[in-house]
């Protein structure tokens, strides 16, 4: 079965850059039609969507995010990866992936129709 597993740094420096790394197993990050997305949750509030990247390499992100994000991946290694840069305390949260198969729906993807989630990684921005 698809199993994802983040990876990263687990404190980063305010004004310095996020980046976090999404191992997939069992299935490949290029199969038809299915799609990676990186969602957040900081403490106390809910799930939030930041970006996707599908099959074919194309990218979407949210549009409160766009300027800061950039989601890419490396197909020899089976990971897709987020980078956040220019980071406040207010981008600390629980950091997971996710996959959906069947296409990326509607943008941003419902968080209710992913096929796939990581465990989550905790990520704090502090001095």
């Known amino acids: 079965q698809v199993q994802l597993q983040e990876s990263g740094p687990g404190l980063v420096k305010p004004s310095q850059t996020l980046a976090l790394t999404c191992t997939v197993s069992g299935g490949s990050i290029t199969t038809n039609y299915r799609a990676w997305s990186w969602i957040r949750q900081p403490p106390g509030k809910g799930l939030e969507w930041m970006g996707v990247?599908?099959?074919?390499?194309?990218?979407y992100y949210s549009p409160s995010l766009k300027s800061r994000t950039s989601i890419s991946r490396d197909t020899s290694k089976n990971q897709f990866s987020l980078q956040l840069s220019s980071v406040t305390p207010e981008d600390t949260a629980v950091y997971y992936c996710?996959?959906?198969?069947?296409?990326?729906?509607?943008?941003?993807?419902?968080?209710?129709?992913?096929?796939?989630w990581g465990q989550g990684t905790q990520v704090t921005v502090s001095s």
């Open positions: 996710a996959g959906r198969k069947g296409g990326l729906g509607t943008i941003p993807p419902p968080l209710d129709e992913y096929d796939y």
């Open positions: 990247i599908a099959y074919d390499g194309s990218t």
